[in-house]
């Protein structure tokens, strides 16, 4: 279909649904094709697309990745990472490592909930 | 709150594999998380399990207004690869596959059994942990790279 044609058809189905989500039903007058289009549900995947923006959205590392292979625990303790929680952590089961974990996102929720006015 | 969701995931009997920050957790990485990240099995009866369970915690859409156009069906979660949702439960993100590891199958291949008192489930190993993070490129995952590949070194020094 040409582009211009699409065009007019799109401006049809958004002047036809006026903000239902019911799917528009448009046909050109010169032609027997009709089209249906679900406008609701095209929405509804911007707003996916802009809740996943707004929670995973981070920028991209600049350059290329180093390819120089060094002693991973090194390069930690040179970055300033507490290695001491880490082996604390792999003396701890997994169960209690998801425990833990769930218990910080708790407090951290109870805390955001106590600060709200 | 995610060991509850996960709970309700497996007692419904719906086929996923934990990744992310929890299954990194759950390798022992010390970083906390807010949401808990699933990839799921693309089948249909498996989306229709989750669909289920989602209405029923009243998922919405995180971060953005309340409000907006949102359609929670099988055919939304089979046409869209991340869902990112905040529900009764907790936060979830849902996802088709993971970058750096592939699909469900290879997600649940690159996987392992984690067994919780009377509940077990799948979460990632660490070295696909490693390439999912490295795979994203975003800069703030760079931390996160070098704590799982030190927790790596570590496990196998032992």
């Not at chain 1, 046909?27 to 406008?39: F, G, L, N, Q, W």
């Not at chain 1, 609701?40 to 990745?65: D, E, F, K």
């Not at chain 2, 046409?79 to 529900?87: D, E, F, G, R, Y």
Request: net charge positive; charged share 30%; hydrophobic share 45%.
């Amino acid at each position: 279909m040409p582009l211009p044609r699409a065009y007019t058809i799109a401006g049809k189905v958004l002047r036809k649904s006026g903000g239902s989500g019911e799917p528009v039903r448009v046909s050109d007058d010169t032609d027997p094709v009709a089209v249906t289009v679900d406008v609701y549900r095209i929405l509804a995947a911007v707003s996916v697309g802009l809740s996943r923006l707004r929670t995973m959205y981070a920028p991209r590392r600049r350059g290329r990745p180093a390819t120089l292979r060094r002693d991973p625990i090194r390069v930690a303790e040179e970055y300033g990472l507490d290695l001491s929680l880490l082996a604390a952590n792999l003396r701890r089961t997994p169960a209690e490592r998801l425990r833990q974990l769930d218990a910080m996102a708790d407090f951290r929720r109870r805390a955001r909930r106590g600060r709200r006015p | 709150m995610f060991e509850r969701i996960i709970a309700a995931l497996l007692a419904a009997g719906a086929r996923f594999v934990v990744v992310g920050g929890v299954a990194a957790t759950i390798q022992g990485s010390a970083r906390l998380t807010n949401d808990l990240d699933i990839c799921y099995d693309p089948a249909p009866d498996n989306l229709e399990t989750l669909v289920r369970l989602l209405r029923g915690w009243h998922a919405y859409l995180r971060e953005v207004k309340p409000g907006l156009p949102f359609t929670l069906d099988v055919r939304a979660l089979r046409t869209t690869p991340v869902m990112t949702l905040t529900t009764e439960l907790g936060d979830i993100n849902l996802l088709d596959q993971v970058l750096g590891v592939g699909g469900y199958a290879d997600v649940l291949a690159a996987s392992e059994p984690v067994r919780i008192d009377a509940i077990e489930f799948r979460a990632l190993t660490l070295p696909a942990l490693i390439s999912a993070k490295k795979a994203t490129g975003r800069a703030k995952d760079r931390e996160h790279v070098i704590e799982l590949e030190a927790l790596l070194a570590l496990r196998r020094r032992g």
